[in-house]
């Protein structure tokens, strides 16, 4: 409360509730109507922004002759700079709105801009209409949404595929965005996806970004930490008001397999997935032509998914960030 009153100086020390406001809008405003196409095909979107300072940055700063610690260091410089300029450009904003006197409106459009929620979703379901029509059609929707190899997926696995990318990006694309606005405002909203964004560009472990994208990727574990234990928590709330999904194995399941992801962190909401609708996610996968063994995360009683499992679970999405909405909503204005 103590930092959302600096970065919303109401007087009255109220600053924390027109913040709340600017958070709860900025959710609101973006599960109601998402990315509008109007808009984004006319302009380009802030990520693409950021993506294009972090290449920009890249073409200065990574020098492949140059050995592993040096270029863990210029790494370190590349994330220094595109976090200071989010935090700079977040704190810029926010005190030009709060000079406006609709602080909160004005923060929570601009909030709006940089959640997922409703875009996340849509894209899933697009799977589940592609998959009625085709094992094709499915692979070319659910290549939209995973970095993995589509055409080597059969319904099952485009199925599985476009289940955990619910999963995990209902972490970082919505509940550690939320997490991260709530506790430090527009600035903290404004680095963390910045860090998100350096992670999926240069937080690879190809020989290119090794050491380069090291520190990118440890940092957007580190983000992503509160995130994603809360969305598996979330997940296994929303659970309790989906009638095909089932809370307590959700719980059961999440707290089992968490630690078999290779992540650190998509074990959680992955986790609570699987056990919601009693399928099993991750396991073996190919990127680029390399199969890569991974552990099962689930019971396993339906490993063979299918378009209904996407439906199942974009019902369950759908009843938790409901719980978000009206828990956001009632705290803000009760």
């Known amino acids: 409360?103590?930092?959302?009153?600096?970065?919303?100086?109401?007087?009255?020390?109220?600053?924390?509730?027109?913040?709340?406001?600017?958070?709860?809008?900025?959710?609101?405003?973006?599960?109601?109507?998402?990315?509008?196409?109007?808009?984004?095909?006319?302009?380009?979107?802030?990520?693409?922004?950021?993506?294009?300072?972090?290449?920009?940055?890249?073409?200065?700063?990574?020098?492949?002759?140059?050995?592993?610690?040096?270029?863990?260091?210029?790494?370190?410089?590349?994330?220094?700079?595109?976090?200071?300029?989010?935090?700079?450009?977040?704190?810029?904003?926010?005190?030009?709105?709060?000079?406006?006197?609709?602080?909160?409106?004005?923060?929570?459009?601009?909030?709006?801009?940089?959640?997922?929620?409703?875009?996340?979703?849509?894209?899933?379901?697009?799977?589940?209409?592609g998959l009625e029509r085709g094992l094709a059609p499915g692979r070319e929707a659910v290549g939209h949404i995973v970095g993995r190899d589509p055409a080597e997926l059969d319904e099952a696995g485009v199925a599985r595929a476009a289940l955990e990318s619910l999963a995990e990006n209902f972490s970082d694309g919505v509940v550690a965005p939320l997490f991260w606005f709530l506790l430090c405002g527009l600035p903290g909203l404004l680095a963390y996806k910045a860090i998100n964004t350096m992670d999926s560009m240069i937080g690879h472990r190809s020989e290119r970004y090794l050491y380069f994208g090291q520190f990118a990727a440890r940092l957007d574990d580190v983000?992503?930490?509160?995130?994603?234990?809360?969305?598996?928590?979330?997940?296994?709330?929303?659970?309790?008001?989906?009638?095909?999904?089932?809370?307590?194995?959700?719980?059961?399941?999440?707290?089992?397999?968490?630690?078999?992801?290779?992540?650190?962190?998509?074990?959680?909401p992955e986790g609570a997935m699987a056990g919601a609708l009693d399928i099993a996610l991750a396991g073996p996968r190919v990127y680029h032509g390399q199969t890569l063994d991974g552990a099962w995360i689930g019971d396993g009683g339906k490993r063979s998914a299918s378009h209904l499992d996407i439906k199942r679970g974009c019902a369950l999405y759908r009843g938790t960030c409901a719980i978000i909405a009206f828990a956001l909503v009632g705290l803000a204005f009760i």
């Open 1 to 129: 409360m103590l930092i959302l009153d600096s970065l919303f100086p109401i007087p009255g020390g109220d600053g924390w509730k027109f913040g709340l406001l600017a958070v709860t809008l900025a959710y609101v405003l973006d599960l109601l109507f998402g990315d509008p196409k109007w808009l984004y095909g006319r302009l380009p979107h802030p990520i693409v922004w950021m993506g294009a300072l972090i290449n920009k940055l890249e073409g200065w700063l990574r020098n492949p002759r140059a050995d592993p610690q040096q270029q863990t260091i210029r790494g370190v410089y590349l994330v220094a700079i595109v976090v200071g300029i989010s935090v700079l450009a977040g704190n810029i904003i926010a005190w030009l709105a709060n000079q406006t006197g609709y602080g909160w409106l004005i923060l929570g459009v601009v909030g709006s801009v940089f959640f997922a929620t409703r875009g996340l979703h849509d894209h899933v379901a697009a799977v589940t209409s």
């Open 223 to 268: 983000a992503n930490w509160p995130g994603a234990r809360l969305a598996g928590l979330l997940i296994c709330l929303g659970a309790l008001v989906s009638p095909d999904a089932r809370a307590g194995r959700a719980w059961r399941v999440m707290g089992r397999d968490h630690g078999l992801h290779t992540s650190p962190n998509a074990g959680w």
